[in-house]
T-cell receptor, first 113, second 112 residues
Framework: AQSVAQPEDQVNVAEGNPLTVKCTYSVSGNPYLFWYVQYPNRGLQFLLKYITGDNLVKGSYGFEAEFNKSQTSFHLKKPSALVSDSALYFCAVMWAGSYQLTFGKGTKLSVIP | EAQVTQNPRYLITVTGKKLTVTCSQNMNHEYMSWYRQDPGLGLRQIYYSMNVEVTDKGDVPEGYKVSRKEKRNFPLILESPSPNQTSLYFC???????????FGPGTRLTVL
């Protein structure tokens, strides 16, 4: 079965510092990979996706992620964190040919002023 | 405005009392899905639908039913709710499995 792991429940980073939120997935076929963000008391918002092509994908709000097939990872990054980036971040994976989207457990990002 | 709407947003009910959470999208999306969000477990897919009259089970379908009679609507039905179905529920839609999903605002359900 497909699975996705976010190894960190919480990530703390100082404002202005680079941030990384980690995501790894189980190996099986060709994955479609997504990052979503959830602000308090809100639904999820799409940040970025990897389907095929360039391993580095850029998304909303200055976020980017790198698909690493050998390490089966899709870590989310931002060069300079903002306090407003504080939220819950979810990695999700869908295998090509499947319609099931599997989410990680989420990582709470706190950006400290 | 393109959106996914859910009703009700908040619901407190008792064990065994049938309820329906409605979901509607105005983007003409073929694919719709229901998720539940629980602390420490992330989002888990309950059911999904690839088109009208086509539905399939997700990871946690037990105790839930869905229907897709029209393209825009995808109601979630709990015929006999139990306390372990207390959760935050999200509906989502997309125009393709490799495209972003648009999420509704969520329905917080409490079953006493």
């Amino acid at each position: 079965a497909q699975s996705v792991a976010q190894p960190e429940d919480q990530v703390n980073v100082a404002e202005g510092n680079p941030l990384t939120v980690k995501c790894t997935y189980s190996v099986s076929g060709n994955p479609y990979l997504f990052w979503y963000v959830q602000y308090p008391n809100r639904g999820l918002q799409f940040l970025l996706k990897y389907i095929t092509g360039d391993n580095l994908v850029k998304g909303s709000y200055g976020f980017e992620a790198e698909f690493n097939k050998s390490q089966t990872s899709f870590h989310l990054k931002k060069p300079s964190a903002l306090v407003s980036d504080s939220a819950l971040y979810f990695c999700a994976v869908m295998w090509a040919g499947s319609y099931q989207l599997t989410f990680g457990k989420g990582t709470k990002l706190s950006v400290i002023p | 405005e393109a959106q996914v709407t859910q009703n009700p947003r908040y619901l407190i009910t008792v064990t065994g009392k049938k309820l329906t959470v409605t979901c509607s999208q105005n983007m003409n999306h073929e694919y719709m899905s229901w998720y539940r969000q629980d602390p420490g477990l992330g989002l888990r897919q309950i059911y999904y639908s690839m088109n009208v009259e086509v539905t399939d089970k997700g990871d946690v379908p037990e105790g839930y039913k869905v229907s897709r009679k029209e393209k825009r609507n995808f109601p979630l039905i709990l015929e006999s709710p139990s306390p372990n179905q207390t959760s935050l529920y999200f509906c989502a839609s997309t125009d393709g499995p490799n495209n972003e999903q648009f999420f509704g605002p969520g329905t917080r359900l409490t079953v006493l």
